[in-house]
């Protein structure tokens, strides 16, 4: 039975080939709603996403751990809370998610499928965004409960979010496309935990002595709750000053990633 | 069209560093079912991976359904469907989830509630893939492979680590595969693998293919086939000579232990006893050895198959 004599029969089977990509955006949907729901079941990817921010939020707003300088704590807290929730989803849940599924071998796997690559990181950077949108809801809801009052402009509060959000992508890309799994995952939470510190997240950067303040300003997250707070706590135009700041780690951190990131 | 090649390989040589995995390999896959046969480290993985695109060969030409698998992988990759040989799966998605989620990128896939059943993953549908055991994640990889209908699948080690019941289901699913028009391209250190699925079987070692064509045209190429038998000692192996065929040999090995070479068939089985009975010898231990995969892969090498 060589196959030059046994031809194997075509047509109506089961298996009978009918190859074809979906189109492009269904493809993209589909992905980006299974890496949604990979993030929201994921309860480690949850404590980062959801549980730290409300807790920070609720913990500085009712008690007066830290001094917040004028005004309402919730003023200066709701920014910098929402600061952190981009970087725990772009930054953070990202680069753990990432950094184990080519540990793992679904970035493998996809790479064959008829998904391109540029559909799967578009893919990955919408789900990125909708689990954003959905923290950003939360901060706000409990902000508003516990009495904050936001002002500014809502162009420049999105601009800044989607310039935090590109900064924090390309860092943890690039933290995911060239560590170990196992790497990434302690120094992805390191460094969250240090941003966090010194970020200017609920600790303000007046706080620390003022040579450290020139540095810790440059980071990018400084600049992001830097920048939101300008604007809705104190009703400041645009921001340019953080983002520019948050452009050029954008730019680099992608650029970086896009260049030395290893799919396997 | 149908026997066009659906795999051609030419002076494949990859390096991985200092060492060479595969080493100028030549391999003309037609349709039907290809196993590529050979021991750990042979290159076999390199040689599927570089069809499917992963890599790029520092010489040689790969051509995949008449693609180049890098240059052309946006055309060829909704025509294949790929195996790998572990993982490829998030580790906290559903079985069924997963699957249905790469039926859902391509235009025409199989019916996936169908798919699960006949490969008996109906019943951990809703177990996360890190949950599931090792054969139940092999078959959902295969069914990953080929739930988008495509008209070439690569399965790399598909049966490695399976319980014989889930390895003939594996086999059941790849020749209804090849019933319906897919091709299906196969590696594998299981000889009786390759003897039982495979069209064509190409034999790879250290990076080179030392031997390609049917079972039955490798296993025929090999030494003769044998038949042995044990009697009483000095019996008369002239006499028995001229009882067999023109082309056959006959020898005692050691004493009352004989083997008999040549087109070993019923004819030859019936003349052998009939000599027997002529003389009154009672072949004891009577066994007729056909030469597998595994003898013309230690013949070729020099090495055990299952290193």
């Given at each position: ?22 189109p492009?955006p269904r493809m ?11 993030l929201?079941?994921?309860g ?5 996403t ?23 704590a ?7 809370i ?7 989803t ?15 071998g ?16 578009t ?22 409960a ?8 809502p ?15 390309g ?13 990434t ?6 460094v ?8 200017g ?7 620390f ?13 400084s600049?992001l ?6 604007v809705?706590?104190?009703?400041a ?9 948050l ?18 | 069209m ?11 040589v990859?390096?991985?560093?200092g060492?060479t995995?595969?080493?100028?390999l ?31 060969p ?26 790998l040989q572990?993982g490829?799966v ?14 859902r ?25 890190r ?8 078959r ?13 699948v ?9 319980d014989?019941q ?35 079987v190409?034999?790879i ?19 003769e ?5 044990s009697g ?5 192996v002239?006499?028995?000579?001229k ?53 013309v ?6 090495k055990?198959l299952?290193g």
């Amino acid at each position: 039975m060589s196959a030059g004599t046994d031809t194997p029969a075509t047509g109506g089977g089961t298996y009978a080939p009918r190859p074809g990509a979906a189109p492009l955006p269904r493809m993209i949907a589909a992905q980006a709603a299974l890496e949604t729901r990979m993030l929201l079941r994921n309860g480690e990817q949850l404590l980062l996403t959801v549980v730290i921010p409300t807790l920070l939020l609720v913990l500085f707003s009712a008690v007066d751990i830290v001094d917040t300088g004028e005004g309402k704590a919730v003023d200066f807290l709701a920014p910098g809370i929402l600061a952190l929730a981009v970087m725990s989803t772009a930054f953070t849940g990202q680069a753990i998610a990432t950094g184990f599924e080519r540990r793992y071998g679904v970035l493998k796997r996809l790479a064959v499928s008829p998904l391109p690559r540029w559909g799967l990181m578009t893919a990955k950077t919408l789900s990125v965004l909708v689990t954003e949108v959905l923290q950003v809801l939360l901060v706000t809801v409990i902000a508003l409960a516990l009495g904050w009052s936001p002002h500014g402009n809502p162009l420049a509060v999105l601009l800044l979010l989607v310039l935090g959000t590109a900064a924090f992508s390309g860092l943890g890309l690039l933290m995911a496309g060239t560590l170990k799994a196992e790497a990434t995952l302690a120094a992805a939470n390191l460094v969250f935990l240090l941003l966090l510190v010194g970020g200017g997240v609920v600790v303000p950067l007046d706080e620390f002595p003022q040579a450290a303040q020139d540095v810790l300003g440059l980071l990018p997250i400084s600049a992001l709750s830097g920048g939101l707070r300008d604007v809705l706590q104190h009703g400041a135009g645009m921001p340019w000053g953080d983002l520019a700041i948050l452009a050029v780690w954008a730019v680099a951190g992608l650029a970086a990633a896009g260049k030395l990131f290893r799919w396997e | 069209m149908r026997n066009d090649p659906v795999v051609q390989v030419c002076g494949l040589v990859k390096r991985y560093g200092g060492k060479t995995a595969v080493d100028g390999l030549d391999l003309v896959a037609r349709a039907g079912i290809t196993a590529v046969l050979g021991p750990n480290g042979a290159g076999k993985t390199t040689t599927v991976e570089s069809c499917e695109g992963y890599c790029r060969p520092d010489s040689g030409t790969v051509r995949v359904l008449g693609l180049d698998p890098v240059r052309e992988a946006a055309a060829l990759r909704p025509r294949i469907g790929v195996m790998l040989q572990s993982g490829g799966v998030y580790s906290g998605a559903r079985a069924d989830e997963m699957l249905r989620h790469v039926a859902r990128l391509h235009a025409h896939p199989l019916d996936v509630a169908a798919l699960t059943e006949r490969l008996g993953l109906g019943s951990c549908g809703r177990t996360p893939y890190r949950r599931l055991s090792g054969g139940q994640q092999q078959r959902l990889a295969l069914a990953m492979a080929v739930v988008g209908r495509p008209e070439l699948v690569f399965l790399d080690e598909p049966t490695a680590g399976l319980d014989p019941q889930a390895r003939r289901a594996t086999w059941d699913l790849v020749r209804d595969l090849r019933a319906d028009g897919v091709s299906v391209i196969l590696t594998t250190h299981h000889m009786d693998e390759a003897e039982q699925l495979a069209d064509d079987v190409a034999i790879i070692d250290a990076g080179k293919v030392v031997a390609q064509g049917s079972p039955e045209e490798l296993c025929r190429g090999g030494a003769e086939n044998t038949l042995r038998f044990s009697g009483r000692p000095g019996l008369d192996v002239t006499s028995l000579l001229k009882a067999l065929p023109a082309d056959s040999t006959a020898a005692e090995l050691t004493p009352g232990s004989y083997r008999v070479g040549g087109k070993i068939d019923p004819q030859l089985l019936a003349t052998v006893t009939t000599w027997c009975a002529q003389h009154g010898v009672m072949p004891e231990k009577i066994s007729v050895e056909r030469h597998t995969l595994e003898d013309v892969f230690l013949e070729l090498t020099g090495k055990e198959l299952r290193g």
